[in-house]
């Protein structure tokens, strides 16, 4: 049975680097069906995309959040991470990592079948 | 960015009712539609993708439809644990995904 968990700092000073691992067991993150997901949800914004990476380290991202995220994979360890940069008080949330089925025809990447419990992040000094 | 709006933000009802729930989306996102379920301090479950199909392993009172711009899902005989918030996303390809910002099913 396929598990994500998430793993990082609970809390992170403002603009400093949020990092945040996601470990993946019960299925292979090479699977060529799945991209890889992160997702937050705050009180005040809902449910929001931040990106998501292949097991080759093709990356999708959010364009509102484009210029501050990295998303990378480790194969070797069948985990994937996140980096945020410049965190700010609106960068406090829940964070999630999901699996995605990659859709074939046309070529996209879709809804986000499983996911980790999530762990919550703020951003305080 | 599609914007995916939910109507009513919040429903009251009871055990045994069927619910209705809207998701509209501000342009056409053909059948690229997904229904999750969240309940307090857990992450969202899958419950439909694809606008109508269910995920396996969710009970068939759950059944979603539309196209287009207007999609529902429906529960047929709601059921105690289906007291939760329920949020429609979009995955159109070429447009980053987006979330509804929820229904909440209360007890009547």
Redesign the interface.
Known sequence: QLQLRESGPGLVKPSETLSLTCTVSGGSISNTAYYWAWIRQSPGKGLDWIGSVFHSGNTYYNPSLKSRVTISVDTSKNQFSLKLKSETAADTAVYYCARQPFLVVPPAIGYFDSWGPGTLVAVSS | ?IQMTQSPSTLSASVGDRVTITCRASQSVSS?L?W?QQTPN?????LI?KASTL?TGVPSRFSGSGSGTEFTLTINSLQPDDFATY?C?H?K??S???????TKVELK
């Open positions: 960015d690229w997904a999750y857990k992450a969202p479950k899958l993708y995920e949020y996303q995955y390809p070429s980053p995904a987006t979330f509804g910002q929820g």
